[in-house]
């Protein structure tokens, strides 16, 4: 047997939804699921025209709210954000150390 060498090549394993990465993949996944659920509902309930009248216009502006978000802040900023708003808000001090407090 001959000894062949193989390089290890790192493999993306990530989803991919066109301009959509990172976590907001998940976000347009479930807003899919959601319209599939919501047009059959109001297909069953009240017919073909209002469903199509009031689920896809609402998916697309849901996928155009994504894509938007994801123009702005980008995979990691998103995910940034969304951890900067679970932490605590804190108080900053205004004056300097150095100054005596003056009542």
């Known amino acids: 047997m001959e000894n062949a060498s ?12 066109k301009g959509l990465s990172g976590p907001l993949v998940y976000q347009a996944l479930y807003g899919i699921i959601a319209a599939f659920f919501g047009f059959s509902s109001v297909y069953i309930l009240l017919g073909t025209f209002p469903a199509v009248l009031l689920i896809i216009p609402a998916f697309f ?29 804190f108080i900053s001090c205004k004056r300097r150390v150095q100054q005596p407090f003056s009542k």
């Open 61 to 89: 502006a849901y996928l155009y709210r994504l894509n938007r978000i994801q123009k702005s802040y980008g995979p990691e900023g998103w995910g940034k954000k969304q951890t900067a708003q679970k932490l605590p808000q």
């Open 6 to 17: 193989y390089a290890v090549k790192k493999v993306d394993t990530r989803l991919y939804i």
